[in-house]
């Protein structure tokens, strides 16, 4: 743990300056209120300045060399490369429609710290990534005054992952305005989407209202495309399109992936930007980080290369029948050392857990993986444990974190976490484990 957890927990255990109840007595925004509340957990998170520092360059570092694969490994041949780690043709072919050739840097990637550094678990990229709006719960804990207090000691700092991603957007807007100085931007879900997740988009709309743009929450089938080309949602004009929706939303859409068709259009034409474009597709994939672990990858990366795949990326290796030799069966052997998750997934749904199968299990699971195709097996990371007081109960319990480090093209742009308690499972996500609670992280010296 870092000494800075031990100090808060100590100091919520002596119950002195109400510092245990700070995040419950927090003033909340109210779609922030609705979407989080429930969810969140009695204390923030702490990392180091320096580690996250180091860790972001590490990632950018990263970033580009997931870029690089296609020219480094296939002679640029992008289908040889995507067929390789498992995307079907009509996907790519998707994937690819109104591309620039070079995606915009933006994403968040999960990672564990296993007591001596940051380990990366998935790289997320595209501009559906969740969490935009969490540095909102930092800046309202800074308004208690005993954490604020607690902050100003310790020296805690925090990156507004709101303010870093409104700059972003005002700059990709600008060569589409259509009049006023600030851009009118739609958060625009796939068919249906808004139902489900209507209230998380509503406090990333609320976050963006306090950076002075105007959002407006829709889904495709709701866009409608002028006869200039420019996209409207209930008549509003719009600057730019702040994608929700996924390819694999579309390739499922009753109508088809031809629904997206006006997004691709205006955004050729400049009449509409379309943030960002499908092909980080290519790269979030997780066999790609795969081939970087890869050691037939090896003669591709300089020394300086091979050490920081060494250093932020866990053994990693995708699965199929016309794998390697040996590979399934090295996986069986080192099931309490492995995860297996499939490459397009998301928030550990039909994910298999090595250490928490029985051996017939875990065989089953990698004959499945094996033949789906697109399952990558993961080295497992064992995360340092961190204190949480319950001011609910008085106890303390161990916790985990997976943090989620946001990268724009400005750099790192902020990092939230999703927790579960040490005796939880071994999934830290929303969507498959309903204990998993979110929470803001603080930098400190």
């Known amino acids: 743990m870092t000494d800075l957890s031990r100090m808060y927990v100590d100091e919520c255990l002596r119950g002195e300056g109400g510092l245990a109840t700070a995040v419950a007595r927090a003033e909340l925004p109210p779609a922030f209120e609705e979407a989080w509340r429930a969810h969140l957990l009695p204390r923030p998170w702490f990392v180091r300045a320096s580690e996250t520092a180091a860790f972001a360059r590490d990632l950018e570092g990263l970033f580009d060399l997931l870029l690089s694969l296609p020219e480094r490994l296939f002679g640029g041949d992008v289908e040889r490369y995507a067929a390789e780690i498992g995307l079907a043709p009509?996907?790519?072919?998707?994937?690819?429609?109104?591309?620039?050739?070079?995606?915009?840097?933006?994403g968040r990637a999960d990672a564990y710290h296993d007591g001596t550094s940051f380990k990366l678990l998935e790289f997320n990229l595209g501009s559906e990534v969740g969490g935009l709006d969490m540095d909102v719960l930092d800046q309202a804990l800074l308004k208690v005054p005993e954490f604020a207090a607690f902050a100003r000691e310790h020296g805690l700092g925090h990156v507004d992952i709101a303010e870093r991603m409104a700059?972003?957007?005002?700059?990709?807007?600008?060569?589409?305005?259509?009049?006023?100085?600030?851009?009118?931007?739609?958060?625009i879900e796939g068919r249906g989407g808004v139902g489900p997740y209507g209230r998380l988009m509503r406090a990333?709309?609320?976050?963006?209202?306090?950076?002075?743009?105007?959002?407006?929450?829709?889904?495709?089938?709701?866009?409608?495309?002028?006869?200039d080309g420019k996209l409207t949602l209930d008549g509003t004009p719009l600057d730019l399109v702040l994608r929700n929706f996924a390819a694999s939303q579309l390739l499922d859409d009753p109508e088809g992936p031809g629904v997206a068709e006006p997004f691709f259009r205006a955004h050729e034409a400049g009449r509409t930007v379309l943030f960002?474009?499908?092909?980080?597709?290519?790269?979030?994939?997780?066999?790609?980080l795969a081939l970087l672990s890869d050691p037939r990858s090896g003669d591709a990366f300089d020394a300086g290369e091979r050490a920081l795949i060494e250093r932020?990326?866990?053994?990693?290796?995708?699965?199929?029948?016309?794998?390697?030799?040996?590979?399934?069966?090295?996986?069986?052997?080192?099931?309490?050392?492995?995860?297996?998750k499939p490459g397009a997934g998301y928030g550990g749904l039909d994910t298999f857990v090595g250490w928490e199968c029985t051996d017939a299990?875990?065989?089953?699971?990698?004959?499945?993986?094996?033949?789906?195709?697109?399952?990558?097996?993961?080295?497992?990371?064992?995360?340092?444990?961190?204190?949480?007081?319950?001011?609910?109960?008085?106890?303390?319990?161990?916790?985990?974190?997976?943090?989620g480090f946001f990268l724009t093209d400005d750099?790192?742009?902020?990092?939230?976490?999703?927790?579960?308690?040490?005796?939880?499972?071994?999934?830290?996500?929303?969507?498959?484990?309903?204990?998993?609670?979110?929470?803001?992280?603080f930098t400190h010296p």
């Open 204 to 227: 990333t709309q609320e976050a963006m209202a306090e950076q002075g743009l105007d959002l407006r929450i829709g889904e495709i089938g709701d866009v409608r495309a002028r006869a």
């Open 167 to 187: 700059a972003v957007l005002r700059d990709r807007a600008r060569p589409a305005l259509s009049g006023s100085s600030e851009p009118v931007i739609g958060l």
């Open 276 to 288: 960002t474009s499908l092909e980080s597709g290519l790269y979030s994939h997780k066999s790609a």
């Open 312 to 340: 932020v990326l866990p053994w990693s290796r995708a699965l199929r029948a016309s794998g390697p030799a040996g590979l399934v069966e090295l996986c069986r052997e080192r099931r309490e050392r492995l995860i297996l």
């Open 411 to 441: 750099g790192y742009a902020g990092a939230h976490a999703r927790v579960n308690r040490a005796d939880g499972g071994a999934i830290v996500g929303m969507s498959s484990n309903p204990d998993t609670r979110m929470v803001g992280v």
């Open 90 to 106: 009509e996907l790519v072919a998707l994937l690819r429609r109104g591309g620039s050739g070079v995606p915009a840097k933006l």
């Open 361 to 403: 299990e875990w065989r089953k699971a990698l004959d499945l993986a094996v033949e789906r195709g697109g399952y990558v097996a993961q080295e497992r990371v064992v995360p340092r444990p961190e204190p949480v007081y319950d001011p609910a109960t008085g106890t303390v319990d161990d916790w985990i974190a997976a943090l």
